[in-house]
């Protein structure tokens, strides 16, 4: 058991990581270099960098985010204090290394494109870092200290956040157009972040035609890791069919593998459902 609790944490982790990685690509290629400011912490210190001359934005927002880590441990937890002070590290060092290497070159020459590319790897990477059991720091942190003291909700607190930064961005630079970009960024990753989580949450509907169902049934019950996320098992023998509601899809890989153990012969049919089939 403690190996697989430490194996779990090994492997959120290593999504931190990931999330990090792909937070700097965001900002380093897409972001900075056209000085979008979309928000939170890394957008605030691309509007500080600006007006000291200091170049690394990493390390501008790492001293941002770790007295509000400190103030927002409570809320966080031990476990997930841990993991964003991770993310927190790694990301600003890694955006700080790339833009040494990239030094804030134009990659992508479209400002449009830019602004969606950044913002779709920020989306992917909030998700990383939700799924793995943390947070991305900065307003996140704010918002959760706030919001209950204040009476606004969350969501719309760290809008209002992610609006005075932008609002800082557009005076520093004197770019007004730039707010355009800036908001096409956030919704990119508004939109990212909704996509992936409905995906991960999204009722799996499997159907299964075998002459052995009595056995991949049985089988499947057996199996702790896919029982405790099926909502229905429906066997009929006279069609040789068989219907699975699923949670999520989390677990299809491994319900198709137990399937195909069962009867390397059968035949899976995969629907998405957010609904109960009731009495079929």
Do not use: W
């Not at 949450?201 to 002459?211: A, D, E, G, W």
């Not at 009595?214 to 006279?238: A, F, Y």
């Amino acid at each position: 058991m403690e190996n697989k609790r430490i194996s779990a944490e090994l492997k959120n982790y290593g999504l931190v990581f990931i999330g990090a990685i792909v937070v700097a690509l965001a900002f380093g290629l897409f972001i900075v270099p056209y000085k979008i400011v979309p928000g939170g912490v890394f957008g605030l210190g691309i509007v500080i960098s600006e007006l000291l001359g200091f170049s690394s934005i990493g390390i501008i927002a790492l001293c941002i985010n770790i007295p509000l880590l400190l103030l927002g441990t409570c809320f966080l937890g031990k476990k997930t204090g841990l993991k964003t002070a991770f993310f927190m590290i790694s990301s600003s060092f890694l955006l700080d290394f790339l833009l040494i290497i990239t030094k804030s070159r134009i990659i992508v020459n479209d400002v449009l494109l830019s602004s969606i590319f950044g913002g779709i790897l920020v989306g992917v990477t909030i998700f990383l870092v939700k799924k793995a059991g943390a947070t991305t720091g900065g307003q996140d942190i704010i918002a959760r200290i706030l919001s209950p003291k204040i009476n606004v909700d969350f969501n719309q607190l760290i809008l209002i956040i992610d609006a005075i930064i932008i609002i800082f961005g557009i005076f520093t630079f004197g770019d007004y157009t730039m707010a355009t970009y800036c908001l096409i960024t956030i919704i990119a990753t508004s939109k990212t972040i909704e996509h992936f989580m409905k995906q991960d949450v999204q009722n799996k509907t499997v159907l299964v035609f075998s002459k052995k169902n009595h056995i991949v049934q049985r089988n499947i019950t057996n199996n702790k890791t896919i029982s405790k996320n099926l909502i229905k098992i429906i066997h009929k023998d006279s069609d040789e069919k068989m219907i699975l509601i699923t949670k999520n899809n989390k677990n299809l890989s491994v319900i198709e593998a137990v399937i195909y153990n069962s009867d390397p012969e059968a035949q899976i049919i995969t629907l998405e459902s957010n609904f109960s089939l009731g009495n079929i």
